[in-house]
């Protein structure tokens, strides 16, 4: 939850993808949501991330499934290569060697970087019969069993609109320790 609201205040975003009524962060600047299921519009949802471009800055965290977070990943690339506006998503992702989103073809690309890796058990989860907004004793939070990296996919524009050098030392670094 840390990393999450982390993310949410380092690169200022309005756009949370992959979520659900249940599990939004709609707060703040943050003001739109996109879910896969067509029923969350009358919860204010967007219906599926997938049939926009993207643009301003997003954050995002698949379902921690291969296709799904390849699928992400490259949606994500074009959109930051076609983008007139500034774009940056931020996507919280496990760093599987066999993921399909791991390809040298895909890491490579200019407008995506690794920002943070967190190696395994660095990284934890609020346990599922918890609620985010009770107090969390951080021995009772689940940790990750493999590593983590939080990508960034941005064009240039995005990335001068939403990285601070500043922001990630005083924001993001301080939530994962």
Request: glycine letters at 4%.
């Amino acid at each position: 939850y840390a990393l999450h609201s982390a993310i949410q205040s380092c690169f200022r975003t309005t756009c949370e993808l992959f979520a659900s009524p249940l599990n939004c962060s709609v707060t703040g600047d943050m003001d739109t949501y996109a879910s896969a299921f067509q029923e969350d519009t009358l919860f204010g949802a967007l219906h599926d991330a997938f049939a926009y471009r993207w643009t301003g800055s997003c954050m995002g965290n698949p379902e921690y499934e291969p296709t799904d977070m390849h699928k992400a990943v490259t949606h994500a690339l074009p959109c930051s290569d076609a983008s007139p506006s500034p774009l940056l998503v931020a996507l919280c992702l496990p760093a599987w060697e066999d993921s399909p989103w791991q390809a040298e073809s895909i890491r490579n690309h200019p407008n995506m970087e690794t920002l943070i890796r967190l190696e395994r058990g660095q990284l934890k989860f609020v346990p599922h019969n918890k609620q985010l907004d009770t107090a969390l004793i951080p021995a009772l939070l689940t940790p990750a069993e493999w590593p983590v990296e939080l990508v960034i996919i941005a064009n240039q524009s995005g990335r001068e609109a939403y990285l601070d050098v500043i922001r990630l030392q005083h924001v993001l670094v301080p939530a994962i320790r």
